[in-house]
């Protein structure tokens, strides 16, 4: 059974850098079939994908993001991380992990729980 | 973006009803689409992909429908435990999300 799960500091300060890891277990982030994810949801709004990763490290950003995420893989701890710079409030947000199949029709398969990050002072 | 329009935001319905909800994209997304159930604390759950294919272990009151434009997820006989958000996303250009449909019990 494939399992995805987010950690990360739960506040992040105005202005810094929000890092968060996926760790996935019952699948390898090497395997070619499948697109890292990530997506956030804002308080009281509607999920928002921010990006993926791919095994041989291309990345696709959401292009209103662009100039401040970094995507990277730790194939050696089968994880994959998220880095958003700059943050603002408008930042805050539960960030879910997800497996992206890109096989057939693309859907993320499985997802992790979600954790939530606050940005404030 | 393409712009995925869901409603309703929300519905009370009674055990054994039948539910439908809609999602609408602003262009063509063919077959793209793809539905999640969301449980609050857990991670979202894939039911139905590619319009109308029921991912494997879903039960089978789950159907949806459609192309193009406007898809439709249907629950034919409401149980207690699917009292939970339900969400569409589009994959034909990069990925949007409805904004979900929260499903209560009477």
């Known amino acids: 059974q494939v399992q995805l799960q987010e950690s990360g500091p739960g506040l992040v300060k105005p202005s810094e850098t929000l890092s968060l890891t996926c760790t996935v277990s019952g699948g390898s982030v090497s395997s070619d079939n499948f697109l890292w994810s990530w997506i956030r949801q804002p308080p009281g709004e509607g999920l928002e994908w921010i990006g993926y990763?791919?095994?041989?490290?291309?990345?696709n950003y959401k292009s209103s993001l662009k100039s401040r995420v970094t995507m990277s893989l730790d194939t050696s701890n089968n994880q994959f991380s998220l880095r958003l710079s700059s943050v603002t409030t408008a930042d805050t947000a539960i960030y879910y992990c997800?497996?992206?199949?890109?096989?057939?029709?693309?859907?993320?398969?499985?997802w992790g729980q979600g954790t939530l990050v606050t940005v404030s002072s | 973006d393409i712009q995925m329009t869901q409603s309703p935001s929300s519905l009370f319905a009674s055990v054994g009803d039948r539910v439908t909800i809609t999602c609408r994209a602003s262009?063509?997304?063919?077959?793209?689409l793809n539905w999640y159930q969301h449980h609050p604390g857990k991670a979202p759950k894939l039911l139905i992909y590619a319009a109308s294919i029921l991912q494997s272990g879903v039960p089978s009151r789950f159907s949806g429908s459609g192309s193009g434009t406007d898809f439709t997820l249907t629950i034919t006989t409401l149980q207690p435990e699917d009292c939970a958000t339900y969400f569409c996303q589009q994959t034909y250009s990069t990925q949007t999300f409805g904004q979900g449909t929260k499903v209560e019990i009477k």
């Open positions: 997800a497996r992206f199949t890109r096989t057939g029709i693309m859907r993320s398969d499985y």
């Open positions: 990763i791919y095994y041989t490290g291309t990345t």
């Open positions: 262009q063509s997304i063919i077959n793209y």
